[in-house]
């Protein structure tokens, strides 16, 4: 019996004159080796995974390595040594186990900030809408997540909303049950954030049952930050005049930096959130007394 070798394969010459159909049989099952070997994926270059990385952070903020992983088709090792490449690069905030968008000291425009998170933002919107009473009174702070929240109070009843946002109260105004009110000042062109001394002023007229406030990023120490001095002062505001506050922020805000403080978590009755929050922080709103709220 005659033997061929092929690479690592060996055919031994079979009888009754098969040997050809044999020997086609490998070099075929060979080719698609080889080609499965060599044909690159769709992520297969480091600059291909880490720009499907930064794409994942924009839509939901903030993700683990093991998540990545598991998208990319690749091992955590990999993805740790991108994880560390962009941090390394300013573009990401890098924590154990994951990493989040970098929030740094510049405000992102609304319609940039409205994809980040997304789905966590409708389900916080959603479940905080619920959480509110008909017939009541509210401050809605500017923002994406209390935009969500405000797209799910369409259906209440009896409510007067003051508001520091134009484009929320574009988005309510055609709301049956409810009384929507702004302040005058200068209107921010890049979200439609209503800014200034006369807009604080006249929230300070009110007394609200509660205040739906939005941070920009959540200090470890529980500090509520934001980018814009005007905005805070209205955040302040609003926080100073109502009965109950409640705080709507995804988790990727958690752990992220920005300028000025409005706040802290101490001063908040409810934080509604998504199910990634860190524990860390979920551990310091219960030393506190905030009641966190996971959104499903």
Known sequence: MGVFKHSEFVLRRAPDGFDCLAMAFVLALKRKQLAEISMPTKHSTSRARRQEILHCLRQNGRIEVETLAEHLETTPQTIRKDLNFLAEEGKIIRFHGGASLLAG???????????????????????????????????????????AVARHLSQHAGLLVVTDSVHLADLMRTYSGLEVIVPGGSIRQSDGAILGDMAVDFIRQFRADYAIIGAAAIGADGALLDFDLREASLARAFIGSARRIILAADSSKAGGTAPVCIGHLDQVHEFFTDDGLQEDLRRMCHDLGVECITAD
């Open 105 to 147: 000291v510049e405000y992102t425009a609304f319609d940039i900030r409205k994809e980040v998170a997304a789905e966590q933002k409708e389900r916080i919107g959603r479940a905080l809408a619920r959480r509110i009473p008909n017939n009541c009174s509210i401050f809605l702070n500017s923002g994406t997540t209390t935009a």
